[in-house]
């Protein structure tokens, strides 16, 4: 039987709560599997969980980044509304706003495999297919974890993972605003630029159509069954 993941879409969130989310939800799966190994969890574990988000503009730097690859200073970010994060994901610089979708996977690897660095090729798969979707033949470029179309970025992935239980993922620019990548070194790479599929087929793209894609292609590349949730009252419910 395939494995199921429970999918909440969370709509337009800042990036600190959602983070803390994320956290409590990990937190949970990792304690009802500690308890479960021991022969002390009564009931049924909860499922993996699928978050979809955007957020309002913020750059986040990863826990190996460089802060010199943040061009601007903290009073030009508020003159632009931003925020800057500091974050324990892997990974350098990035910039997260509207008309980008985030997907957060909380998944117990040890439910698929124990492998992190299949895990980011399973996720970069993912977006390579929605990318062919549109007609674009989108790739990897070796050392670089993420996704191109040519030398141009679409997707940024960094994770964490702990007791084999992963947060963080992907942030696939769709309809956003690319300027808001000229304030920082996006990623570290100072030879590479972005770019999104509004941009590449030169028009506004439907976001649900987009994740609807996202998620039968996970469903694919991951074997499993990803179940529509609903509302944030039954993820606080199953899981805070």
């Not at 988000?53 to 009073?75: A, F, I, Q, W």
């Not at 549109?134 to 940024?156: H, M, N, P, S």
């Not at 947060?167 to 999104?196: R, W």
Request: charged residues 30%.
């Amino acid at each position: 039987m395939k494995k199921t993941i429970q999918l909440y879409d969370l709509g337009l969130k800042p990036y600190q709560p959602v983070w803390d989310l994320q956290h409590k939800i990990q937190q949970r799966i990792i304690d009802e599997k500690k308890l479960d190994r021991i022969g002390e969890f009564e009931g049924e574990r909860k499922n993996d969980v699928l978050l979809f988000v955007e957020h309002p503009h913020v750059y986040t730097l990863g826990k190996s980044g460089d802060e010199e690859n943040m061009l601007r200073s903290l009073l030009e970010l508020q003159e632009l509304e931003a925020e800057y994060v500091k974050t324990n994901r892997g990974g350098d610089i990035t910039y997260h706003g509207p008309g980008q979708i985030v997907g957060y996977p909380i998944l117990d690897l040890d439910r698929h495999f124990t492998d992190i660095h299949k895990y980011l090729r399973y996720l970069e798969e993912v977006i390579i297919k929605v990318c062919g979707d549109y007609g674009f033949e989108a790739q990897r470029i070796d050392g670089l974890t993420g996704v191109w179309i040519g030398d141009q970025k679409i997707c940024a992935m960094g994770i964490r993972c702990s007791r084999w239980v992963t947060m963080h993922g992907f942030a696939l620019n769709v309809n956003t605003n690319l300027q808001y990548f000229n304030n920082i070194v996006p990623c570290g790479i100072e030879d590479k630029e972005v770019t999104s599929l509004q941009k590449l087929i030169g028009c506004e793209i439907d976001l649900e159509e987009v994740k609807k894609r996202i998620v039968t292609h996970f469903e694919n590349v991951f074997d499993v069954s990803i179940k529509p949730s609903g509302t944030q009252t039954e993820l606080k419910k199953n899981f805070l």
